[in-house]
């Protein structure tokens, strides 16, 4: 595990500590995906960073783990990937703001499924997340409810 990744899970550990103390039920979510080819070097890394994450959870008695990223992986694998992704702040304002045509949103004009820019959600990919909060939050409701 390199500097970067250890300091990431302290951080990371400490974080769902006080979340703890505070709530009944932590969600923690895996990172999804930077660009949706899943082979490209970032999503190797936030690989990692999914199983740590998984792991710190693990044995916890109000934190679940929410594999996010198992879904999108997935369902791209139906898929032909895309190696587009975003590599400007500027550009992703512009296009957020100044929108030329209906594709831009939905992330189609780069041959994206589930982001708009590879990284941030579209329609489809918010879909699939909030599916899952959903079913996450119905499984938990009864130990929810016996805490109100």
């Not at 959870?57 to 587009?84: H, M, W």
Request: with cysteine; hydrophobic share 40%; aromatic share 8%.
């Amino acid at each position: 595990m390199g500097a970067g990744t250890a300091s990431f899970v302290l951080h990371y550990e400490r974080l769902v500590d006080w979340l703890e103390e505070r709530s009944s039920l932590v969600l923690a979510v895996s990172p999804l995906l930077i660009g949706e080819d899943a082979d490209n070097r970032w999503n190797q890394r936030l690989e990692t960073m999914s199983h740590r994450i998984e792991e710190l959870c693990c044995g916890r008695t109000n934190t679940r783990y929410v594999d996010l990223r198992r879904i999108f992986l997935s369902r791209l694998q139906e898929k032909t990937a895309s190696p587009y992704v975003l590599k400007s702040a500027w550009a992703l304002l512009k296009s957020a703001l100044f929108p030329v045509f209906p594709e831009a949103e939905s992330g189609s004009d780069h041959g994206l499924h589930y982001t708009i820019d590879g990284i941030h959600l579209n329609r489809d990919g918010a879909g699939l997340v909030a599916a899952r909060f959903v079913d996450e939050i119905l499984s938990n409701a009864p130990s929810l409810m016996r805490l109100l």
